[in-house]
């Protein structure tokens, strides 16, 4: 067996196995994404402790094992985003970006722009004492879409290359971003104010969208968006829409 490799990492997810084992997803800036067997993290006694909760931050010893899973050995707790978790709707916007930054996250491929922004999404989530604004949100959706080379075209219409005008536009996240009204039929209809807020939030550093607000829009405009690039839900998804406030429908 190789020798173990020692990563940073992040907690973005776990599958129970087995009678006591857990497969733990970790997002690493060197590897990716990475999926580690921890044996007898669910014993009596287990092994690793409360050290593998979603979103901590561990140094952790991994290796090789078969068929692209790795063997956890070892875990150190860095950073348990201990204040985050006294807030629901903190803790369920950290549990989404966990999903967002991993998902999208390549497995085996260097990923140091989604570790670091889902690192930098953690520390802010937990230094505040209550839920960002939602500009925050926007900005760490199409900051993850962006890195992981997946953003929706928003400048122009995917159908004719055309800037958006004057006339109605809507964004088809299965066909890659923007449409004219003239061009098709777009399931999410948008709102030239929108797009912008979006753009803004995506190019300005993720602190300075804490306390910012969008303009009236589809709040779920890039989930959408990244669930078409994943091609699956984000069932993260689902539980924050449910606890913040609507800023027009949440697309499907």
Not at 208 to 231: H, I, N, Q, V, W
């Amino acid at each position: 067996m190789s020798a173990p490799v020692a990563l940073e990492a992040i907690v973005v997810g776990a599958i129970d196995t087995g009678e006591a084992d857990r497969v733990v997803r970790l997002l690493t800036p060197g590897l990716g994404r990475v999926h580690a067997l921890a044996r007898r993290a669910r014993a009596p006694k287990p092994r690793f402790g409360g050290v593998l909760d979603l979103g901590n931050r561990l140094g952790v010893k991994v290796a090789p094992g078969r068929d692209g899973l790795w063997h956890l050995h070892e875990a150190t707790l860095h950073d348990g985003r201990l204040h985050v978790r006294d807030d629901l709707d903190r803790l369920a916007l950290l549990a989404y970006a966990c999903e967002l930054c991993g998902g999208l996250a390549a497995a085996g491929q260097a990923e140091p722009r989604l570790y670091g922004l889902l690192e930098t999404a953690a520390v802010l989530l937990d230094a505040l004492d209550g839920p960002p604004g939602p500009a925050f949100r926007a900005g760490l959706e199409a900051k993850a879409l962006t890195f992981a080379g997946v953003l929706p075209r928003l400048d122009a219409c995917v159908a004719c290359g055309e800037p958006p005008g004057d006339g109605p536009l809507g964004v088809d996240p299965q066909r890659g971003g923007l449409l004219h009204a003239a061009c098709g039929s777009a399931p999410i209809a948008v709102e030239r104010a929108f797009l912008a807020a979006i753009e803004a939030a995506r190019r300005q550093p993720l602190r300075e969208s804490l306390d910012a607000a969008l303009p009236p829009g589809p709040r779920g405009l890039l989930a959408a968006c990244a669930e078409a690039a994943l091609d699956h839900p984000l069932r993260s998804r689902a539980v924050l829409d449910s606890l913040g406030p609507a800023a027009g429908p949440a697309p499907g």
